[in-house]
């Protein structure tokens, strides 16, 4: 059973941090690109940040460039997401998603699927 489980979402002011991880567990991960997608109330669920299995290459929304910075690590099956400088616009459910392959900007293309966490910034 293939599982991604996502921490470290929370309650922060405008212009705070928080750092999110997803650990996967279940089956091996190599060649697994990573990605996080958010989905706010009532909007459809879209991509923040990828990156591919050996770590050599990223892909960020534009809205998070410069704030976001995705990170990995394969020997623990674990994916980072570290959120600078949030914004109340970055308040959503964070997902954590695997594919085999490279990463792709769209739901569509990945088979697993955490559960989310919740992220909220106050202004």
């Known amino acids: 059973q293939v599982q991604l489980v996502e921490s470290g979402g929370g309650l922060v002011q405008a212009g705070g941090s928080l750092r999110l991880s997803c650990a996967a567990s279940?089956?091996?991960?190599?060649?697994?690109?990573m990605a996080w997608f958010r989905q706010a109330p009532g909007k459809e669920r879209l991509f923040v940040v990828g990156?591919?299995?050996?770590?050599?290459?990223?892909e960020y929304a534009n809205s998070v460039k410069g704030r976001f910075t995705i990170s990995r690590d394969n020997a623990k099956n674990t994916a980072y997401l570290q959120m600078n400088n949030l914004r109340p616009e970055d308040t959503a459910v964070y997902y954590c998603?695997?594919?085999?392959?490279?990463?792709?900007?769209?739901?569509?293309?990945?088979?697993?699927w955490g559960q989310g966490t919740q992220v909220t910034v106050s202004s």
């Open positions: 998603a695997a594919r085999i392959g490279g990463i792709a900007p769209s739901t569509n293309y990945y088979n697993y």
């Open positions: 990156i591919n299995w050996s770590a050599d290459r990223t």
């Open positions: 279940g089956r091996t991960f190599i060649g697994y690109a």
